[in-house]
């Protein structure tokens, strides 16, 4: 019996092979043939319709968007699509009416507008040479080979910007309270009290010392990673020519940082422009407007009181037509001539 079974068994498992292969070679013929090019372009398909979807579509949407004045939300079918079994129904995503760019004309005469474009420029043109200046002064000090126990002072240095930005808002509230912290000690010194949150003047240094000391540490590991690809070879030649301290750094570091800076420098200045978190917590934009950046004003006309999304769209594109421009001259000025 068992050589019986033995005997059969190869006969079964060929017979179970053979169908098997007329089975695949019969869909084979039924499926269409692809081209190696067009089986890379089946495989990564999944990618393009994500970012359609998610990246694309929203981008699209906001331009389009911000040429009409937003009613409300539509229950209207937009257009359908019939497969027979299959009936997909998109949605019209909104009441709009067409005012072509009489969102863009408003920003002309909207005082809020300009009031936030300059509160933001205002904090960028003193928070980021502030911050990159200590980020890179942090650098220099911790990329020095006298310096002992780096990797604590590094970690020290690097740990705000792993706070929530919420939560360490929500202390710099606290701390720059009329009976926080910060006025306690300086009672204790003899200094009067800072009106803090009341006065226009110091509200945006309160954001500007909250911001510069969450992103220093983060600017500093970016700077000193630049500093470490540096060629101790040319310090050396540097030293033979007798060049002191500040020509090697004038001369030798600050060329070789080039890059690293100008990329700190950009993505530091689009970060600013960003600004939310910090001024809607810690001062909600206030004293009268004192500390609101652009995109909390977006924000608060797209979501806050009555939805004005055309309008808060028309915003965003001007927004990012505006950091673009900045991003790209500083790129031009910063780069290799």
Not at 133 to 141: S, Y
Not at 207 to 216: C, E, F, H, M, Q
Not at 241 to 270: C, H, M, N
């Amino acid at each position: 019996m068992a050589t019986k079974r033995s005997s059969s068994s190869p006969e079964r498992s060929s017979s179970v092979r053979d169908r098997l292969r007329w089975a695949r070679q019969d869909i084979s013929s039924v499926l269409p043939s692809l081209t190696f090019a067009q089986v890379a372009y089946v495989l990564i398909s999944p990618f393009f319709f994500l970012f359609g979807l998610f990246l694309l579509f929203p981008v699209v949407y906001t331009i389009y968007l911000s040429f009409f004045r937003y009613e409300g939300v539509s229950g209207d079918t937009l257009f359908f699509i019939d497969f027979g079994p299959f009936f997909i129904e998109f949605p019209q995503i909104a009441e709009l009416t067409f005012i072509g760019f009489g969102n863009y004309s408003r920003m002309l005469g909207d005082g809020l507008f300009w009031q936030s474009m300059y509160n933001t420029t205002y904090i960028l043109l003193i928070q980021v040479p502030i911050m990159i200046g200590l980020a890179l002064a942090l650098a220099l000090a911790l990329n020095a080979g006298f310096v002992r126990f780096k990797g604590v002072f590094r970690t020290a240095v690097a740990l705000p910007v792993s706070a929530n930005i919420v939560a360490y808002s929500t202390i710099f509230l606290i701390l720059f309270n009329e009976t926080g912290f910060i006025n306690y000690m300086l009672t204790q010194v003899g200094i009067e009290p800072v009106e803090w949150m009341r006065s226009e003047f110091w509200a945006r240094k309160t954001i500007i010392s909250a911001v510069t000391w969450r992103w220093t540490g983060y600017n500093m590991i970016i700077l000193l990673a630049g500093l470490q690809t540096i060629s101790t070879q040319l310090y050396e030649a540097a030293e033979i020519d007798g060049a002191s301290r500040w020509e090697k750094f004038r001369y030798v570091t600050l060329p070789q940082l080039r890059p690293v800076l100008l990329f700190v420098v950009v993505l530091s200045t689009i970060g600013t422009f960003k600004l939310f978190a910090e001024p809607y917590v810690i001062t909600g934009g206030g004293p009268t407007n004192a500390t609101i950046t652009i995109v909390q004003y977006i924000y608060e006309e797209a979501f806050v009181g009555s939805p004005n999304l055309g309008y808060a769209s028309a915003l965003t594109v001007v927004f990012v037509a505006i950091v673009s421009v900045i991003s790209i001259i500083q790129i031009k000025l910063g780069g290799d001539d």
